[in-house]
């Protein structure tokens, strides 16, 4: 059981929380009570969740780079964060192609730089870096990778958060040993939720056709990921930061990923995005298959979780046909100009309870 008490009056930094997920961390954070200070880029989307959320009115939020070093210096010494959460990245496999030296930059040297700014600020006793299900060499096998596998990601973004694993592991080693300082990775699956309109994600695409009440266009409908709601990752690093601020035997690598049955190919999420956004709003809707000849993208994916789960207690909470329901009751909300943060704080607290108290 995650007890969200732990985090009233704790002083978190999260980069990247003008992103979709860092704006749902934002979110519980809030409701628990946190005092929350953000470092991110301005939001990657227009419109964006962070945006529509008034988050700015509700946190101590900084625009900056994770880049640059120097700011980054500054605004830890500002906050004296007891926990941080290192969310920041550049996300995208199709625009690593496009920009591979920026990816780089962005998905390591920023670890390096937020890594370089916890060893300096004595008040922080909990690290989280996140990074993806990607980091692993993938060899297109049935089962799960577990923790102990090979790290060797194939495209620019799946290598730069790969090496970006492998300074944080360099960094704990060298620096925090014995310091008082917990480190640990979070390996997360593709995550769908409410609110993400980013470019180049298969449900953020479902929504905007659907909005068109055009086609959805499906590149690659034989692809398998493991899909999860954007609260279940989201549970597990609170979970993991909190565990390892507590004791620092949790500290370590973990995957955060859905059951078996919750790997899905791209085609079935869209058919069951489709069969819901029908049934929800009344549309008719369909998809279509058409290959576009892209870059490399991994064809079979999923993760073993089993020590998260044996090691904290964590279960996914929401299957993907719950997961897909939350996202059309998001999108219906919005396109009918609704209130979002109301709309987020009762998904919230649906997910939360009974098996998370304090939210």
Same mark, same amino acid.
């Given at each position: ?86 969310? *920041?990245?550049?996300? %995208?496999?199709?625009?690593? +192609?496009? =920009?591979?030296? !920026?990816?780089?930059?962005? /998905? &390591? ?126 549970? *597990?690093?609170?979970? %993991?930061?909190?565990?390892? +601020?507590? =004791?620092?035997? !949790?500290?370590?690598?973990? /995957? &955060? ?40 993208e991994a064809n079979f994916l999923k993760l073993d ?55």
């Amino acid at each position: 059981m995650l007890d969200m008490k732990f985090y009233n009056k704790k002083k978190i930094l999260i980069t990247g929380h003008t992103g979709f997920k860092g704006s749902w961390m934002c979110q519980i954070l809030l409701m628990a009570g946190a005092q929350v200070t953000g470092y991110a880029l301005d939001p990657p989307a227009n419109p964006s969740l962070f945006n529509l959320c008034h988050m700015t009115q509700k946190i101590h939020s900084v625009i900056g780079d994770v880049r640059d070093l120097a700011h980054l210096k500054a605004v830890f010494a500002d906050a004296q964060p007891e926990i941080v959460i290192h969310m *920041a990245a550049q996300p %995208i496999v199709r625009e690593s +192609y496009k =920009d591979p030296v !920026y990816t780089y930059e962005t /998905n &390591v040297m920023g670890t390096v730089n937020i890594l370089e700014c916890v060893r300096c600020t004595p008040s922080v006793k909990s690290f989280l870096n996140v990074t993806t299900d990607k980091v692993y060499l993938n060899r297109e096998w049935e089962w799960g990778y577990r923790e102990n596998e090979e790290l060797n990601g194939y495209d620019p973004y799946s290598n730069s958060k790969s090496c970006s694993e492998l300074v944080t592991g360099s960094y704990k080693n060298s620096f925090f040993s014995g310091s008082g300082v917990a480190i640990s990775t979070a390996r997360a699956g593709n995550v769908i939720g409410g609110g993400d309109f980013a470019a180049d994600r298969i449900i953020p695409d479902c929504i905007r056709a659907a909005k068109k009440k055009q086609d959805i266009i499906v590149r690659n409908p034989a692809s398998t990921r493991p899909y999860e709601h954007v609260l279940e990752p989201i549970a *597990a690093y609170l979970m %993991i930061a909190k565990a390892q +601020y507590e =004791d620092a035997g !949790y500290a370590g690598s973990y /995957n &955060v990923g859905p059951d078996e049955t919750d790997c899905w190919t791209t085609g079935d999420l869209v058919t069951l995005f489709c069969k819901k956004w029908n049934e929800m709003s009344g549309d008719s809707i369909k998809w279509v298959n058409q290959y576009d000849g892209g870059p490399h993208e991994a064809n079979f994916l999923k993760l073993d979780c089993s020590k998260l789960k044996r090691t904290l207690g964590w279960h996914p909470r929401w299957n993907v046909e719950t997961a897909m329901e939350k996202i059309i009751e998001w999108s219906l909300v919005y396109f009918d100009n609704g209130d979002i943060p109301e709309c987020m704080s009762r998904q919230i607290r649906e997910f939360f309870a009974p098996n998370y108290v304090n939210i």
